[in-house]
C-alpha cells in the first residue's frame, strides 16, 4: 500500500484529531490540519500534499466546496469531501466541483482508507488520460495543418501521392524513405537529398547522378535565429549561403569553398521529440518567398518521422507480447475468457469494472445474464462462427458502458487442445472511439487530397461546378443557420423549464440594472407580486428585499459594490426578520470576454443552518461524554483504594475498641468517598457508559412511586400534579435511572419557580403519553408510533435562549456559586440517550418543558433476586488476584489476606496465566481486572478454562460498559464487578462464588 502525504481541513480540533490518528494508522503522513478556507488554500499551495481531506462547512469567507474548487482546479489537488450535512442542494455544489470522494462523518476507518485508496488511483488515471489526450491534440493539430498545406499546394500532389502509397505498399522503410529522396530531389531540381538521424548519425541518401553529397552539418551553424526556428519545428532555408557567413562564426567556412549555394534543413519528429531532419542541397525550383512548396516537404518530411514511428511501434508491439501475462489485468484493454458452451470463466479488472462486478463473479454467467438480448445474440453468434472455423477474428463494432455507447477493436482467439478442438475463446478488446475519429479525419484527408490529384490531372474541374460547389456550400450554411435558430429556440425552452425547476430564487440583471430573467421561487421567496416584478426596475426590487432584512444598509452596500465592480463575484448569508436565512451567491454574465450583467441566485438555507447546529452540539457532547468515561475509569480506582483503607481502619477500630471519635471520622470518610463514588457514576451515565440493570416497567408505576418523595423535595409551596394516561407504558428501562431523571428536572424546576420574583401559586406538572411524534431534529428518521413521552412542565422562571444550547453541558449552571453542581441535566440527558432516547426542552419567558421519548419494550426482562445473607468468613481458600495497579492490587489483597485468605498476586494477564497453570490444584477463585496490559484477558479465560473446566473467576474493572463488551469478556453467566467497590461487597462476592451460590 502507498504512503500520502495527506493535508485535513476540518475547523472541529477533536473531530480533526480523529481523522489525523486514522489517516497515521494508514501508514501516511498528515502535513498539517487548518480550519479555514484561506488556510487551506495556502497551505496547499505552498507544500504541494499528494490529497486533500476537506470539510464542507467551513467557517470565514470561503467554504470548504469553494476551497476545493480552487485546489483541485488551479493546484490540481485531488480533493475528498468529508462532511455530516445531507442538505441536496448543498450536495450538488460539491458534486459540482467533481471530487475524488465523499464520506459522511462520523468517519468510520475503512471507509475513509478505500476512499484514499481509490481517489489516489483516480487521480493517476486521470493524469494519465490528460497526457494521452494532449498527444492526440497533437497528432489532430498536425493533421489539420497538412490539410491546409495539401489545399493550398495542388502542383506538388503528384509527387505527394506517389510517396505516400510508397510508404504504404512497400514494408521496407528504408527502401521507402531512399524513394521519397529521389522525388524530393527530381521535383525541387536538387544536387542531393538525405535524412539524418540524430541518435546515431546514420543517413539515408540521395545525390544527382554525377554529383557526390556534401551533407550539410546544420549544428556547426551559429546563427541563433535559425537555429531557434529548426528547434520550434521550422524549416532552416538559406538562399545565399554568402548571406549566412557574414553573420555567422569561422565553423561556418568550411562550406565556402565548397560548390554548396543553398540549402533546406527541415526538423523530423517522433513521439514530440526532434530525432531526425531532411537536409536538401542547392534545391533550385523552390524558393524561401514560395512558402507552400517547403509545406508540401514539411508534409513528406512528417510522413517520413510516422514511417519511422510505425517501425518504432512495430519493434514495441512485438517486445510488448512478451509482457502480456504481467500486465494483462492491469491494463486498461477489457479482457476475459469464454468455455466452449458460451459461458464466462474469467476476466479482468477492466471489464468488471464496465459491468460493475467483481472480476470472481464472472464465472458462471453468460452474456444474457450481463447485456441486453440485442447485445448478447450479436456476441453468441459471433463466438459460434469462431468455434465453428477456429480461426482469430479481429472484429469492430458498439459496446455499451454505463449507458455510453463505444466503438471497440476486439481480437477473439479459440483455445484449442492437444486435438485441435477448440476449448475457450479468448476475448482482448479496447475503446477506439477517439482512434476510429482521427483515422476518419485521416481518410477524409486523404479522400480530399486523391480528389485534389485527379481533378488537377483532369486539367481541373470547370468553373461552373465550382460555381455549383458554391451554391451546395451556401444551401448547407443556410441549412445549418436554420438548425441553429431551432437549436435556440429549444436551448431557451430548456433554460425556462431549469429556472423553474430549481429550488433556488434566481434573478438575472443587465449593466443597465433591468431585470432580464427571473423565476416563481424568487417571488414566492420576497413575496414580490407579478404586477411588481413586471413594472419596476431593479432598485423597486432591492427596496422590497432590503426591507425584509436584519441589516438592510450592509446588504446595500454589497450591491453597490458589484455594480462597481461588473466582474466580481459574490457569496454571502443574509439574515431575514422573520427568521429565514439566505445564501445568495452573484456570479457576472459574460458575452465575448466582456462582461453584460449579473446572475444573482437565493437560496433558504434555514433548515440546513438548524441542522448544522443540532449535528454540531451532538458531537461535541460525544467528545465530552468519552472525555467523562475515561476520566471515570481512572477515579473508579482510586475510589477502591480509598474504600479499601477505609475498611481496613474501621475493621481495626472496632476490634481494638479505639477512640470513639476516630471511628466517627472514618464514618465521615466512608460518607465523602460514597459522595465521590455518586459523582463518578454521575459521570459514567452522562456519558452513556454506566452499566445498567434494563427491565420490562410500567412507567405510571414509577411516577406514582416517586411522588411521595417529589412532594417532600419541593415542599408544600409548590403543587405538583401527575397526569398520568389510561394506557399501560411499558418500558424496558433501569428504574433507579429513570427516577434519577424525574429528580433531577423537578429538582430544576422547583428552583426555577423560587427564581421568579413571585413565588406565589408555582405549578409542577409530570404527564405521561403514548408519542404522537418526535420533532425531526430529534431524529429524521424515527418510527414515531414506537415511543412513549414523558414531560414534565412548570411555571417557572424560563430558560433564556443564550442558555437553552448549553443546558445539557456538563458542569454548565446559571445558579450561583455553590448552589449547583451543573450534572444534574447533563446526567439526565445521559440517562435518556443511553436508553435509545430522546430529550427536549421548550421554553419561554415564563415556564419551561422538558419532553422526554423513550421506545416502547419488545422483550420483559426479569430481574435477578441475589441473597445477601451469606456469610463472609474465610475457611483457609486461595485467590489468584490479577491486577495491573500497583496499589489497588496490595490494598485489595490486604484486605483479602485479612479475612483470612491466601493470595498469589499476578500483574500481567500472562502472568495471571502462568501463575495459574503453576498452582492450579490449589487454587480455588480467580480474581482478575478485565483489561490488563500483557496478553488479553479473553485469551486468559479461555485457555484456564479449557484446563480447568469448572474454574470460579470474578472479574473486576472501572472501565465502562461498553469497553468491557468490545473485550468480549463480559457475558450471560459471567461474574463481575464494578469499581470502587465495598470490601464487604467483594468479600460477599468471594463466598458466593466460592460456595456456588
Wanted: charged content about 25%.
Amino acid at each position: 500500500m502507498n504512503s500520502y502525504r495527506i493535508l485535513i481541513v476540518e475547523d472541529e480540533f477533536i473531530i480533526a484529531e480523529n481523522i489525523r490518528l486514522i489517516v497515521r494508522s494508514f501508514g501516511h503522513t498528515t502535513i498539517g490540519i487548518v480550519g479555514s478556507g484561506a488556510d487551506a488554500i495556502k497551505k496547499a499551495r505552498n507544500d504541494s500534499p499528494d490529497l486533500v481531506l476537506m470539510d464542507i462547512s467551513l467557517a470565514g469567507k470561503l467554504d470548504g466546496i469553494q476551497a476545493a474548487s480552487v485546489i483541485s482546479n488551479k493546484l490540481f489537488i485531488p480533493v475528498i469531501y468529508l462532511t455530516s450535512i445531507l442538505n441536496i442542494e448543498f450536495l450538488n455544489r460539491a458534486i459540482a466541483t467533481n471530487p475524488y470522494g465523499y464520506l459522511l462523518k462520523p468517519v468510520v476507518e475503512r471507509e475513509l482508507q478505500a476512499a484514499i485508496e481509490i481517489a489516489m488511483h483516480k487521480f493517476h488515471v486521470d493524469q494519465q488520460l490528460l497526457k494521452d489526450k494532449s498527444v492526440l491534440e497533437k497528432l489532430n493539430q498536425k493533421l489539420v495543418k497538412r490539410d491546409n498545406i495539401i489545399n493550398r499546394r495542388l502542383r506538388f500532389e503528384r509527387c505527394l501521392s506517389k510517396i505516400s502509397k510508397n510508404f504504404v505498399n512497400v514494408i521496407n522503410i528504408e527502401d521507402s524513405i531512399k524513394y521519397a529522396l529521389k522525388e524530393i530531389g527530381l521535383l525541387c531540381d536538387a544536387d542531393g537529398c538525405y535524412v539524418e538521424l540524430l541518435k546515431d548519425s546514420s543517413i539515408y541518401k540521395w545525390k544527382k547522378h554525377g554529383i557526390a553529397p556534401i551533407n550539410i552539418d546544420i549544428f556547426k551553424i551559429k546563427n541563433q535565429e535559425f537555429m531557434e526556428k529548426f528547434y520550434n519545428g521550422e524549416y532552416i532555408f538559406i538562399e545565399n549561403i554568402d548571406d549566412l557567413l557574414k553573420d555567422s562564426i569561422l565553423e561556418i567556412n568550411i562550406y565556402k569553398d565548397t560548390r554548396l549555394e543553398a540549402f533546406i534543413a527541415i526538423p523530423i519528429y517522433k513521439r514530440g521529440d526532434l530525432t531526425c531532419f531532411l537536409g536538401i542541397e542547392n534545391p533550385k525550383l523552390i524558393s524561401n518567398n514560395n512558402w507552400e512548396d517547403i509545406s508540401i516537404l514539411g508534409v513528406i518530411s512528417e510522413i517520413i518521422g510516422n514511417a519511422l514511428l510505425r517501425e518504432d511501434t512495430v519493434n514495441e508491439l512485438k517486445d510488448s507480447e512478451n509482457k502480456y501475462k504481467t500486465f494483462v489485468e492491469n491494463i486498461p484493454q477489457r479482457v476475459f475468457l469464454k468455455d466452449k458452451d458460451f459461458v464466462y470463466i474469467s476476466c479482468n479488472n477492466s471489464f468488471a469494472d464496465d459491468l460493475d462486478i467483481l472480476p470472481d463473479e464472472i464465472a458462471g454467467k453468460t452474456d444474457f445474464d450481463l447485456f441486453s438480448e440485442k447485445y448478447a445474440k450479436r456476441y453468441r453468434d459471433t463466438d459460434k462462427r469462431i468455434m465453428t472455423s477456429g480461426r482469430i477474428e479481429n472484429i469492430e463494432g458498439p459496446y455499451t458502458v454505463k449507458g455510453n455507447e463505444l466503438i471497440v477493436a476486439a481480437t477473439k482467439i479459440p483455445i484449442k487442445n492437444e486435438f485441435n478442438e477448440v476449448i475457450s475463446i479468448l476475448t482482448i478488446f479496447s475503446d477506439i472511439t477517439e482512434q476510429k475519429t482521427a483515422e476518419l479525419k485521416i481518410q477524409t484527408a486523404f479522400a480530399e487530397l486523391d480528389s485534389i490529384v485527379k481533378e488537377k490531372t483532369a486539367n481541373l474541374l470547370s468553373l461552373n461546378k465550382q460555381l455549383q460547389k458554391e451554391v451546395v456550400m451556401r444551401i448547407e450554411s443556410e441549412t445549418a443557420l436554420i438548425k441553429s435558430e431551432a437549436q435556440l429556440r429549444y436551448n431557451n425552452s430548456v433554460l425556462s423549464a431549469t429556472l423553474e425547476a430549481t429550488v433556488n430564487g434566481i434573478l438575472v440583471v443587465n449593466n443597465q440594472n433591468e431585470i432580464v430573467l427571473y423565476n416563481k421561487i424568487f417571488l414566492q421567496m420576497w413575496d414580490i407580486s407579478d404586477t411588481l416584478i413586471k413594472s419596476s426596475n431593479r432598485d423597486d426590487i432591492i427596496a422590497v428585499t432590503a426591507f425584509q432584512m436584519k441589516d438592510p444598509d450592509n446588504y446595500i452596500d454589497k450591491i453597490r459594490l458589484f455594480r462597481a465592480n461588473p466582474s466580481s463575484k459574490g457569496f454571502h448569508i443574509e439574515y431575514l426578520n422573520d427568521g429565514r436565512i439566505f445564501e445568495i451567491i452573484s456570479q457576472p454574465q459574460y458575452l465575448e470576454g466582456q462582461p453584460i450583467g449579473r446572475v444573482i441566485s437565493y437560496t433558504d438555507i434555514t433548515e440546513k443552518v438548524n441542522l448544522e447546529t443540532q449535528l454540531r452540539h451532538s458531537q461535541k457532547m460525544e467528545a465530552i461524554g468519552t472525555l467523562a468515561g475515561g476520566i471515570a475509569h481512572d477515579f473508579n480506582n482510586m475510589l477502591t483504594v480509598f474504600k479499601a483503607y477505609a475498611h481496613m481502619i474501621n475493621k481495626k477500630i472496632r476490634q481494638d475498641q479505639s477512640d470513639q471519635q476516630i471511628a466517627d471520622l472514618i464514618v465521615m470518610v466512608n460518607d465523602t468517598i460514597q459522595k465521590a463514588v455518586e459523582l463518578t457514576k454521575g459521570l459514567l451515565t452522562y456519558s452513556r457508559k454506566q452499566i445498567t440493570n434494563y427491565s420490562s416497567i410500567n412507567l405510571n408505576e414509577i411516577v406514582i412511586g416517586i411522588n411521595y418523595l417529589l412532594k417532600h423535595l419541593i415542599g408544600e409551596d409548590i403543587e405538583i400534579n401527575s397526569i398520568l394516561a389510561k394506557d399501560e407504558l411499558i418500558i424496558s428501562a433501569d428504574k433507579n435511572q429513570i427516577e434519577q431523571v424525574i429528580m433531577n428536572l423537578v429538582n430544576n424546576a422547583r428552583d426555577a419557580i423560587f427564581e421568579r420574583k413571585n413565588k406565589q401559586g408555582g405549578v409542577i406538572n409530570i404527564k405521561t403519553m403514548i408519542s404522537k411524534g418526535i420533532p425531526k431534529y430529534l431524529n429524521e428518521f424515527a418510527d414515531d408510533d414506537n415511543y412513549i413521552q414523558l414531560s414534565i412542565t412548570d411555571n417557572g422562571i424560563g430558560i433564556t435562549k443564550e442558555n437553552i444550547e448549553k443546558i445539557f453541558d456538563p458542569f454548565y449552571t446559571s445558579k450561583e456559586v455553590g448552589k449547583g453542581t451543573g450534572l444534574g441535566l447533563s446526567i439526565a440527558y445521559g440517562i435518556i440517550t443511553q436508553h435509545n432516547g430522546y430529550i427536549d426542552v421548550k421554553s419561554d419567558n415564563i415556564g419551561t418543558t422538558f419532553d422526554i421519548y423513550l421506545p416502547k419494550a419488545q422483550i420483559n426482562q426479569n430481574m435477578n433476586i441475589i441473597d445477601d445473607k451469606l456469610s463472609i468468613q474465610s475457611r483457609g481458600e486461595t485467590i489468584l488476584l490479577g491486577e495491573d495497579d500497583f496499589i489497588v492490587r496490595k490494598t485489595t489483597m490486604e484486605c483479602l489476606i485479612d479475612s483470612g485468605y491466601k493470595v498469589i498476586e499476578a500483574k500481567n494477564g500472562g502472568e495471571v496465566l502462568n501463575k495459574f497453570i503453576l498452582h492450579k490444584d490449589e487454587i480455588d477463585l480467580v480474581i482478575t481486572d478485565v483489561v490488563m496490559p500483557g496478553k488479553n484477558i479473553k485469551t486468559v479465560y479461555d485457555e484456564m478454562i479449557e484446563i480447568s473446566p469448572k474454574l470460579k473467576l470474578l472479574f473486576i474493572s472501572g472501565y465502562t460498559s461498553d469497553i468491557i463488551t468490545q473485550k468480549g469478556v463480559i457475558d450471560n453467566g459471567i461474574n463481575f464487578l464494578s469499581k470502587p467497590y465495598n470490601i464487604d461487597d467483594l468479600l460477599m462476592r468471594v463466598r458466593e462464588i466460592i460456595d456456588g451460590k
